[in-house]
């Protein structure tokens, strides 16, 4: 008996790092990946927690974060599909680096280290991808610091927002974070970004819609931050 591998090359669509396999090979990949759903509020995994998977998440958002010993929680970034989690933990072996928390319900693809050292040691074009992908990391964790460093919290809160809202060129562009997640990424207190918040709502670039905040003009924000216009 034949068996089928189910029509799921679609899962890898738009991944970077499988972007240049052959089809049989992507096919493999997805045979022995584990799907995955998480609930909102899940954490997928943990500081210290054995590396012992990539996730590829297909939907829903994500928040990479890292937590100080008082127990205070510092948002790194936020991913959303096709972005792939953990993949330093899986190249050297150690344990995760940052814990990640589901934004709203996901599913994901799940692919065990052995798997993926395996896929990488005949495909070497993967280790390209991976390179390119934790250099995008350095480069964004370095950003971040010069934003600590040159920006007022205003400047951050603004800056956040544009990088959340992402390129969609739509008018109004609806972000699922509350105030209190905005402020761990913008590395302020809740009374402080709350502040930022109305002050961009008077100006009409945003409103807030319980646990969302509706953007509604990402120029202005972007001016704000100091970020050049496209």
Do not use: Y
């Amino acid at each position: 008996m034949e068996i089928r591998i189910p029509e799921a090359a679609d899962a890898l669509t738009g991944v970077d790092m499988f972007a240049g396999l052959e089809p049989e090979v992507r096919q493999r990949v997805i045979a022995a990946a584990v799907p995955r759903t998480f609930r909102k509020g899940q954490l997928l995994f943990v500081e210290n927690d054995p590396g012992e998977s990539l996730i590829v998440l297909k939907r829903g958002s994500v928040a990479v974060f890292r937590t100080s010993p008082t127990g205070e929680r510092a948002v790194l970034s936020v991913m959303r599909p096709p972005d792939v989690l953990g993949e330093v933990s899986l190249l050297d072996g150690a344990a995760r680096s940052l814990s990640a928390e589901a934004l709203e319900d996901c599913t994901a693809l799940a692919l065990s280290r052995g798997a993926f050292m395996e896929l990488v040691h005949s495909n070497p074009r993967i280790l390209d991808a991976v390179m390119r992908s934790l250099g995008a990391l350095i480069r964004r964790l370095t950003e971040q610091n010069a934003d600590h460093v040159f920006l007022d919290l205003p400047g951050r809160v603004a800056k956040t927002l544009v990088r959340l809202a992402g390129e969609s060129q739509a008018p109004m562009i609806t972000i699922e974070l509350n105030q209190s997640q905005l402020a761990e990424m913008a590395g302020g207190s809740r009374q402080s970004v709350n502040q930022a918040i109305g002050s961009f709502a008077s100006r009409g670039w945003l409103r807030t819609e319980g646990r969302r905040i509706v953007v509604m003009d990402v120029p202005a924000l972007r001016r704000r931050a100091g970020m050049q216009d496209r």
